[in-house]
């Protein structure tokens, strides 16, 4: 008994680059990753914008508190208000804002040291809720991609009759899986860069809380 073994013909792996992958979804497809694309520049800018600001506004002095310690136990106030208006860092400005009232009830130290916090936990805050906002959005443009890219291939197929040609359909499911990957990406990217960014501001607001405190302390002082 012979076995016959039959040569099959080679097949060639077709390759395609994420330009054509673009081009050939069409013009929705086209308009979808466009808007992806400017959310995705978006997201950079505001990301390393943010990531900067809130750095430059962790660096503060070592010696800080320990100088603001020895102004206001010498009661030489102006030298510790000139010392925060030189450090100009977050927890600087509490610690002016508190030493500005010093003299009054601690309840109103207190008070205004709370509000002027509040105004630089909103500066820290500036625009992160926008990156919440796309890393939400990014995915639901995508899947509306989804959406056209199937009502497309559904319309080939009604307008083809009985005879399904898979090169009909490709600019439908090529819209369909080139914008839902594109707005996942979006998305994920968004999502990441606003924990990373809301991490680094509990960071600062922590340490302005525990700078606060030491004034605080400082303050309760026997004289």
Known sequence: MFLIFQESPLQTKKSISLVELIISGGLGAQIIIGVLFILLLVVVYIYFERLFAIKSASKLSVNFMNQIRTYVLNHKLDGALNLCLKEDKPVARLISKGISRIGRPLEDINTAIENAGRIEVYKL???????ATISGAAPMIGFLGTVIGMIISIFEISNAGGNIDMQLLSSGLYTAMTTTVAGLIVGIFG???????VVKTNKVVHQMEANTLDFFDLLNEPA
């Not at 805050?125 to 990156?131: A, G, P």
């Open 125 to 131: 805050e500036k625009n992160v809720s926008v990156l």
């Open 191 to 197: 999502y990441i860069t606003y924990n990373h960014l």
